[in-house]
């Protein structure tokens, strides 16, 4: 998960974390598991699917944000 590109693509659309937690049906703390990838939590395919509709995120942006894998140097 690329949380860095997720953020930028919110606030490039005015977006909040709390604003998309509420419109996914998740509580912020939740909603910030996900993102940060803690303790197993991810997002669903249907919230995937969810945030891809929201921000008209094109495939391969998709993949880079959900997809994306660190790599350490």
């Known amino acids: 998960m690329n949380k860095t590109l997720l953020s930028s693509v919110m606030v490039k659309n005015r977006d909040t974390q709390a604003k998309l937690a509420a419109?996914?049906?998740?509580?912020?703390?939740r909603f910030n598991a996900k993102i940060n990838e803690r303790e197993g939590a991810a997002?669903?395919?249907?919230?995937?699917?969810?945030i891809i509709k929201r921000y008209h995120l094109?495939?391969?942006e998709a993949?880079?944000?959900?997809?994306?894998?660190?790599?350490a140097l």
């Open 23 to 29: 419109a996914m049906g998740l509580s912020l703390s």
């Open 43 to 50: 997002f669903t395919q249907t919230e995937m699917a969810f």
């Open 58 to 60: 094109t495939n391969d």
């Open 63 to 71: 993949m880079e944000i959900f997809f994306a894998k660190e790599v």
